[in-house]
């Protein structure tokens, strides 16, 4: 394949380049780089109609392809702005349809411009018509149609982008052309109730940020803003759940934090709040627009996810989580103690909690998190996948002294975590002090061990008061 060309359904094609910056979002005065010319004397059959050049049948240059054809397969002339060339030049017959809708764009005319989208609209939806427009620059031309002051012809970009994003080889080409920029500037002006348009652009950037190696391009231009608006705004819960959705996968990049962090006051508290699960009153709203109960127990769990994933990052970044937790209301606490069919929604804010614990300056502040999460301890014993999370947090928790007397005086912690460390002394108890030497205390726990009888009279006195057994709750 030549080099810089990609595969649409197995056929290779060259997309069109630019002459300078490939971003063509940004420079509305793009120019194409202008094909090679073949030489006169490599050409002996018109390559649309397969006739032999002659004496009478003479050789014609297409300005768009630079190809040689004979004068019925290359007969129109079209002004080419897109190259350069103001003034009508020839062009083939294979090149015309698709030239055309390209020139039409550069105009400032409405008329023409919505001819032009609708017609390269109509062309990407079958691969050989997609071909042409990546080849011949109708990717640009849609790209730089997406800033038209109309309303129907961003509008038909938008289906359009969608319609391209889901060409994976073509993802790098897009991106450098201006294509997240161009989703989000139109994200920006469109109207919350126009949803088919919503969809379109938040359905598209959503396949961008699911490749992780476009992830950070993406943030950089510019997908937060508008991604977080969105999961703010008042859509409908399916599009609100894709925005959330989109998010989450830009978080994947750790890199993406402090994006977030920095770059809108209200991001956090935006987040914070879809962590809570809804009242009765609005749960009914949404079920009757339509909406599944589902549907809001996914909220909660992906912006719990997207949250824990945030709290992965600096001591800065779980500091902001928890001071704008505070004045969004207390939603951790709140999620914690929410009795949700998903359990996945629990495990999710428990590791959340969990990451929180390690951050020093706000121990006070998680003071009641914290007593949340003991209370799991003792309300989901079964819970595996929970209990690893609510542990961890506990453990976090304990490394801060102003908890450990808390924690001590917690029956259901201090039994329980009795009880681990004993069951483990007695049955690998080597790995286990050397587990343990780190936190110190390592010279007692062996002396224990040691001691013929010592850890069997302590778990059968402490099963005085704690049983392994229970009733279900
Ligand atoms: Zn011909
Ligand atoms: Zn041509």
Redesign the pocket.
Same mark, same amino acid.
């Given at each position: 394949m030549i080099p810089g060309a990609v595969k649409i359904e197995g056929v290779g094609v060259l997309p069109a380049q630019t002459e300078g910056r490939a971003d063509v979002y940004s420079d509305n005065n793009y120019i194409l780089a202008k094909s090679k010319w073949m030489p006169d004397d490599e050409a002996t059959h +018109?390559?649309? +109609?397969?006739?032999k050049f002659s004496q009478l049948r003479r050789k014609h240059h297409c300005r768009q392809c630079g190809q040689v054809? $004979?004068?019925? +397969? $290359?007969k129109t002339n079209v002004p080419l702005p897109q190259l350069g060339l103001e003034n009508p030049e020839r062009v083939c017959d294979g090149c015309l349809p698709v030239v055309e809708l390209v020139t039409k764009s550069k105009s400032p005319q409405g008329s023409f411009q919505s001819e032009s989208i609708q017609g390269l609209l109509e062309q990407i939806h079958d691969s050989t018509g997609l071909r042409k427009v990546v080849q011949l620059g109708g990717v640009q031309a849609i790209i730089s149609l997406s800033r038209s002051s109309n309303s129907e012809v961003r509008k038909k970009c938008a289906e359009a982008l969608h319609l391209l994003a889901m060409q994976e080889p073509l993802h790098n080409m897009l991106i450098d052309a201006g294509a997240i920029k161009a989703l989000c500037g139109l994200l920006m002006s469109a109207s919350e109730t126009d949803e088919q348009l919503l969809s379109y652009l938040i359905g598209a950037l959503m396949i961008f940020a699911k490749a992780p190696h476009l992830q950070m391009r993406v943030v950089q231009d510019g997908a937060l803003p508008p991604v977080l608006a969105l999961c703010g705004m008042n859509v409908s819960e399916a599009i609100a759940l894709i925005a959330v959705r989109t998010l989450n996968l830009l978080m994947e990049n750790i890199g993406s934090h402090t994006a977030l962090i920095e770059s809108d006051r209200n991001a956090l508290p935006r987040l914070l709040k879809l962590t809570v699960s809804m009242d009765e009153q609005v749960k009914l709203f949404y079920i009757s627009v339509g909406t599944t109960t589902g549907d809001i127990r996914q909220m909660q769990e992906v912006s719990l996810k997207t949250l824990s994933r945030l709290s992965m990052g600096t001591d800065y970044h779980r500091h902001r989580i928890v001071q704008e937790d505070f004045s969004a209301g207390k939603c951790l606490m709140k999620s914690l103690q929410c009795h949700p069919k998903n359990l996945q929604v629990l495990c999710n804010a428990a590791c959340l909690v969990a990451n929180l614990a390690t951050s020093e300056q706000d121990q006070s502040s998680l003071t009641e998190c914290l007593d949340a999460l003991c209370s799991l301890l003792t309300k989901f014993k079964e819970q595996v996948d929970l209990l690893v999370h609510v542990i961890r947090g506990l453990a976090n928790f304990a490394s801060f002294h102003q908890n450990v007397y808390r924690l001590s005086t917690n029956e259901a912690v201090q039994q329980h975590s009795l009880r681990l460390i004993l069951h483990v002394l007695h049955r690998s108890s080597e790995q286990a002090i050397t587990a343990l030497m780190r936190d110190g205390g390592a010279d007692l726990l062996r002396s224990i061990a040691k001691t013929p009888g010592m850890v069997d009279a302590m778990q059968a006195n402490l099963r005085q008061y704690v049983s392994a057994l229970s009733a279900p709750s």
């Open positions: +018109c390559p649309l +109609c397969q006739q054809f $004979c004068s019925k +397969c $290359c």
